[in-house]
């Protein structure tokens, strides 16, 4: 929804499916699987970077998208590819928004920590643990990279509800 708002915004935006363990953002956009020219691939040096770039129909929202699972993605990320095509594409773009994997789950979100400029923490209701949500603003901090602040997702309207008073 950012990626989208900053887009409509005239600005220009690159969002980058970079959860690549369990790739989703072209499923959530409505691409086919069949016609995404993967990331990763990319990434591993099986493909080169022709026609990697989407757009999203009727906006000027950009992306790339993974369609494929890569169990060994923190090697992948580690030899520099990714940090190299992020710094290119800076040069022609307002935004670059980064869509990661869980950081308590893997390592890939810290490897690309080095490649942003600020952090968003997402914490989905009733997934992330207290614990989980310290440790990761504890590693952003240790890093010194910019938290800009935190979006609480997935959040069950009856909890919300008008009619009990403050608190209750």
């Given at each position: 929804n950012l990626a989208i708002a900053l887009s409509e915004e005239s600005k220009?935006?690159?969002?980058?499916?970079?959860?690549?363990r369990k790739p989703a953002l072209y499923k959530i956009f409505g691409f086919?699987?069949?016609?995404?020219?993967d990331f990763g691939e990319v990434l591993n040096g099986k493909q080169d970077a022709g026609n990697l770039i989407?757009?999203?129909?009727d906006?000027?929202?950009?992306?790339?998208l993974n369609t494929v699972a890569y169990p060994d993605s923190t090697e992948m990320l580690a030899q520099g590819l990714l940090k190299r095509v992020i710094d290119y594409l800076k040069q022609n773009l307002d935004y670059i928004i980064i869509d990661s994997s869980p950081m308590a789950l893997v390592a890939d979100t810290e490897e690309m920590l080095d490649m942003a400029d600020a952090a968003i923490l997402v914490v989905k209701q009733h997934m992330s643990s207290v614990r989980d949500i310290n440790d990761a603003i504890d590693v952003l901090n240790?890093?010194?990279?910019?938290?800009?602040g935190c979006v609480f997702n997935d959040v069950g309207g009856e909890q919300f509800s008008m009619g009990h008073g403050y608190g209750g």
């Amino acid at each position: 929804n950012l990626a989208i708002a900053l887009s409509e915004e005239s600005k220009r935006v690159l969002l980058l499916d970079g959860d690549f363990r369990k790739p989703a953002l072209y499923k959530i956009f409505g691409f086919d699987s069949d016609e995404i020219y993967d990331f990763g691939e990319v990434l591993n040096g099986k493909q080169d970077a022709g026609n990697l770039i989407y757009k999203l129909p009727d906006t000027d929202l950009r992306m790339m998208l993974n369609t494929v699972a890569y169990p060994d993605s923190t090697e992948m990320l580690a030899q520099g590819l990714l940090k190299r095509v992020i710094d290119y594409l800076k040069q022609n773009l307002d935004y670059i928004i980064i869509d990661s994997s869980p950081m308590a789950l893997v390592a890939d979100t810290e490897e690309m920590l080095d490649m942003a400029d600020a952090a968003i923490l997402v914490v989905k209701q009733h997934m992330s643990s207290v614990r989980d949500i310290n440790d990761a603003i504890d590693v952003l901090n240790r890093r010194e990279m910019k938290l800009l602040g935190c979006v609480f997702n997935d959040v069950g309207g009856e909890q919300f509800s008008m009619g009990h008073g403050y608190g209750g």
